[in-house]
């Protein structure tokens, strides 16, 4: 009798250990983290002008190549511009044409010193997402290396 | 493709034309909102790329898809998903072809009511135009407020689309918690472009 006391109680417990995986794993999955492309390994490191001459020759090789890809590019620095929402963009190698590395408004503030040290006509490393070419190619929630 | 081709000669077009006749912005603001009594779904980007050339009215717009942010990371996760399936396969050239397609969303148009581009008034104006969402283009014709200025021109526009109309398939178990029509609301302020 014990023992089956003891068997109900584990299986019990089994049974509502499973209901508190099960519900926490569902609310994780619905409230998920976003994706945290500055902890990522880069897929590919690059040179701004490696990456406009990817794109320029072969847009749709270099979208399919490159489109939702953690790249860490690196680049002279042509502009730097601040939005409405506090974000930054840098723009690497050439104004309208292009690499815009966009750093949002929360990576702007906890990157505030590394920031500070990259004027027009440096020499800028970011890392972010590929999103792919309108005119310029756009890079967006990007850190400074 | 050809489409594309066309679209990308235009835009350089438009940018090699006479001076000061070009106003452009490349932070210009793009949302939309799809509605339902069992959730409200709103993503934005300020990472819209648009042209208006007063010498001829005609206005281009461009987005990529990935730079909407929406509430939640799943709905990114899943509104991405929608236009990068296509990846898969990605050795394939139709793949790719399809992936850059994909990745944008544009609008290429006139602004067909009469406008004085020196009044600084305040016109609301009817724009048509071809609006291209993952890879199906649609004509289709908008209301915009426009406010001219030498200096700057800020404008809104605003358009009700059909996902469905644009080969957009929404999963059945989602299906009631997305709207049968989404608006999407555009807003910029365009500065004179400088070559």
Same mark, same amino acid.
């Given at each position: 009798? $014990? ?8 299986? #019990? ?6 209901? !508190? ?48 890809? $953690? ?17 930054? !963009? ?48 756009? !890079?967006?929630?990007? !850190?400074?290396? | 493709?050809?489409? #594309?081709?066309?679209?990308? %000669?235009?835009?350089?077009?438009? %940018? ?19 509605? *339902? ?29 990935? *730079? ?72 289709? *014709? ?54």
């Amino acid at each position: 009798m $014990a023992k089956k006391l003891k068997t109900f109680r584990i299986i #019990l417990w089994i049974f509502l250990l499973g209901i !508190v995986v099960g519900v926490s794993g569902i609310y994780y999955v619905f409230n998920m983290p976003r994706r945290n492309v500055s902890k990522e390994k880069a897929v590919y490191t690059l040179e701004a002008k490696q990456l406009i001459s990817d794109f320029k020759n072969d847009e749709s090789a270099a979208t399919a190549k490159y489109i939702d890809k $953690a790249i860490v590019v690196k680049g002279e620095i042509k502009i730097i511009r601040t939005l409405d929402n506090h974000s930054m !963009v840098f723009s690497l190698e050439d104004e309208m044409e292009g690499v815009s590395c966009t750093i949002d408004s929360a990576d702007v503030v906890t990157n505030e010193s590394k920031l500070a040290a990259l004027t027009k006509g440096s020499t800028g490393t970011f890392k972010g997402r590929c999103s792919g070419m309108l005119m310029d190619i756009q !890079v967006i929630n990007c !850190v400074p290396e | 493709m050809n489409k #594309l081709i066309v679209f990308s %000669i235009l835009l350089l077009a438009f %940018i090699n034309a006479g001076a000061q006749s070009r106003f452009f912005t490349k932070d210009a603001k793009i949302n939309f909102n799809s509605s *339902t009594p069992l959730e409200d779904i709103i993503a934005e980007s300020n990472q819209a790329t648009t042209i208006i050339d007063i010498n001829n009215n005609e206005v281009a717009f461009s987005v990529l898809i990935t *730079t909407f942010k929406f509430r939640r990371a799943l709905m990114e996760e899943h509104f991405n998903e929608n236009y990068m399936e296509s990846s898969k396969p990605k050795e394939s050239r139709e793949a790719a072809d399809k992936m850059k397609d994909f990745s944008k969303a544009k609008f290429k148009g006139k602004i067909i009511s009469p406008i004085d581009w020196n009044s600084e008034k305040q016109v609301i104006a009817d724009v048509k135009g071809d609006l291209t969402i993952h890879g199906v283009t649609k004509e289709v *014709t908008l209301k915009a407020q426009i406010t001219p200025g030498k200096n700057k021109i800020i404008a809104a526009a605003e358009i009700k689309v059909i996902p469905q109309d644009y080969n957009i398939a929404i999963p059945s178990a989602v299906r009631d918690k997305i709207a049968k029509e989404v608006t999407i609301k555009i807003e910029a302020i365009y500065a004179p472009y400088q070559q």
